[in-house]
Every structure is written in structure tokens, then in C-alpha cells.
């Protein structure tokens, strides 16, 4: 079966509090950019905080990478392209591209891997029922 490609890319104006002493978006802040991708693709496609809460199930990040590679400006707007990569173990995984909405230069890119835990915070090795049904849902497996 083919898999679904699903991503969403979601607009987002850089404040004022946002910026550092250069005038640009301080990098901690991409961070973010990439947690306001992953809350839109989860209202999107049925797979937010609240959801995996409901099931039992709490998603930690357990690795983050974001390579910089255009400095961003207050007023600027920014598209954060948020993307699903399927995998067999018993994590989400997301990968980032952040434009810059003027001209669409690449100002970021990155990846995102959530593990699962119980509500005891103990890792779960197999993937959760919950995320099973998604996984059919969207034609990740049969």
C-alpha cells in the first residue's frame, strides 16, 4: 500500500519578543516554530497532546535537530512546513522546513522524534493501539 504523505505548512509573524540583540529570531525559538507545526499537523490529522493524553499515552521529545541556515526578522512572516515520517518502532517522528514567506528561502530545517510512555512514564517498545488506528486510518499498515 502507498503511503499518505502528510504534512501542513502553517503561517506564523515573528514578534518583537522573539528577536535577540541582532535583531533576528533568537534560536531557541525554531524550537518552537516546530512545536506550532506539530499542533497544527496533530489538529489536522486527529493526532494532538489531548489525543494521545485521552489513550494513556504521553510523548516526550527524546532528539531535536535544527540546522539554521537564513537569519529571520522582526515582522517577517514565516511558513513552518510540518511533515509526518512513518516508522515501524514505537515513536513519531517530524521533520521541519521553516521559509521565509517573501521569497520562500529555506531559513530552517530540522527533525523531531517523540518516544511513548505509559501514564506510569514507563517507555513503551510496541506501538500503542491508539496510534495503530491512525496509522490505518491515514494507510501507514494494513
Not at 527524546?62 to 512546513?81: R, T
Not at 521533520?95 to 522524534?113: L, P
Not at 496510534?131 to 490505518?136: D, G, P, Q, V, Y
Request: net charge positive.
Amino acid at each position: 500500500m502507498k503511503h499518505k504523505n502528510l504534512s501542513i505548512k502553517t503561517e506564523t509573524i515573528i514578534r518583537f519578543s522573539e528577536i535577540d540583540s541582532m535583531g533576528v529570531v533568537w534560536h531557541g525559538n525554531y524550537i518552537k516554530y516546530f512545536e506550532d507545526g506539530r499542533e497544527a499537523f496533530g489538529n489536522k490529522y486527529g493526532l494532538n497532546y489531548l489525543d494521545f493524553y485521552k489513550n494513556g499515552i504521553l510523548t516526550p521529545i527524546v532528539k531535536l535537530s535544527c540546522d539554521f541556515k537564513k537569519p529571520l526578522k522582526y515582522g517577517e512572516k514565516a511558513i513552518i512546513e510540518t511533515k509526518y515520517i512513518d516508522c515501524e518502532a514505537a515513536k513519531l517522528k517530524h521533520e521541519y522546513i521553516i521559509y521565509r514567506s517573501s521569497d520562500m528561502e529555506i531559513v530552517a530545517t530540522g527533525t523531531s522524534i517523540q518516544a511513548f510512555l505509559d501514564m506510569n512514564r514507563e517507555l513503551m517498545l510496541t506501538i500503542p493501539p491508539f496510534f495503530a488506528e491512525w496509522k490505518k486510518k491515514w494507510g501507514f499498515i494494513d
